[in-house]
């Protein structure tokens, strides 16, 4: 995605495997920045599976059954509960250990060791409460479809609480937007440098997922069916914009569906989805151009 902004301070890094942009009306301290990074050095101790120290892999390997739930535990899980609901099963989050045997691994070796097998049902290995987080067998956790999403909103929280005025944070193209407006091109799954439509968002937060960003081998990408364990073959790409980066970003997953129109519906949500063959669909709200 391409953003036009108006805001005068610009910051970039490396965090979490991908690159990330925060701008503001005016630049952030030493000590501003250094807040956001530990909100993002804990939120990625805690959920990456890339990770040898983080609270995922100590569950995935069974150091560990049950531990103390993260701040992040109940949004992100009950939301997950919502999005299993509406995709008939296909947004899991235990789909860690599935997208491992296509070569997603940890160490990101990008070599499959096995045909695709479906993620265990999730809501018979994992409970959440009273401050605990616990699985009933070892397995791996995967907060992909949503986490980013959340990890965004967690940043955008930090640094309003730091600065005042416009605020764009870029989680490489999940969007959190607060003050003004800012113009947002879809870029095309297939072709970076052309755009498939333009949108303005303002006070929301706008994500996109798409097959050509972490895409391995023949027909192998990030985005699985958790009932097949095989990646979603409908669709191309997604965006979808919500009030939270998390909302948005689950969207963006569900959305690879069937049942993600439906749940942005009942959230109220625009959205736009290329299909694998070209095709362009979007929701009777979407108030942005498709070209």
Known sequence: MTAATTTDSVWTFEAIGTAWTIETARPLSAADRRAVAHVVDGFDREWSRFREDSLVSALADGRVASAEAPEDTDAMLALYDELDVATHGAVNPLVGDSLA???YDARLTLAPWGAPQPAPDWRDVVTWGSGILSLSHPATLDVGALGKGRLVDRVLETVRAAVDG????????????RGAPVRIGLEHPYDPTRAIGLVEVRDAALCASAITRRAWGEGLHHVLDARTGAPAQAYAATWAIADTAMRADALATAL???????????????WVRMSTDGRVEWSPGFEGEIF
Request: avoid cysteine; glycine fraction near 16%; charge should be negative.
């Open 256 to 270: 690879f569906f069937d049942g993600g129109p439906h749940l942005a519906a009942a959230w109220d949500a625009p």
């Open 101 to 103: 045997r296509l070569g």
């Open 166 to 177: 416009d605020v764009v944070v870029d989680g490489s193209g999940d969007l959190a937007i």
